[in-house]
């Protein structure tokens, strides 16, 4: 509620944002998991998803998505930061929940800078 985004935007556009943005990932999910399955083991794929690896990476697509789709569009201006107050509010409310790995701990988090690896840790834009 403290931030304002660049242009005026409908709480269903940034639902639909998230939706985007997760399609996406799950695409990569798909080619990760699913590559190279027969018929039979597709059939019974379904059992992937109680997979912890699998629930890690969804975990970690979800807030990757919902950064960029709710944070992305906020305002970065001198006299108007918003977000930098968003990565703050993602700090305390969310960093607990995905694992970061931070190359450097002295480096102020910034949610903006991570994506998801295979594994569903948060990586560095900068390690790639």
């Known amino acids: ?22 399609e996406g990932l799950l695409d990569e999910m798909r080619d990760k998991f699913l590559k190279g399955m027969s018929k039979e083991q597709l059939e019974d794929a379904g059992t992937l998803l109680v997979s912890e690896d699998v629930v890690t990476y969804l ?17 970065n ?8 107050r968003f990565n703050t509010w993602w700090k305390i409310k969310h960093k607990k929940d995905i694992e970061y790995k931070v190359a ?19 990586q560095n834009w900068e390690s790639v």
Do not use: H
């Not at 975990?59 to 305002?75: D, N």
């Open 104 to 122: 450097d701990p002295k480096t102020p988090f910034d949610a903006f800078a991570y994506f998801p690896d295979q594994k569903g840790i948060m």
């Open 1 to 22: 509620r403290e931030t304002q985004p660049i242009v005026p935007v409908g709480q269903i556009t940034r639902i639909k944002s998230i939706c985007y943005m997760m």
């Open 59 to 75: 975990e970690a697509a979800f807030a990757f998505a919902a950064v960029w789709a709710l944070g992305g569009m906020t305002i």
């Open 77 to 84: 201006e001198k006299n108007n930061d918003s977000r930098r």
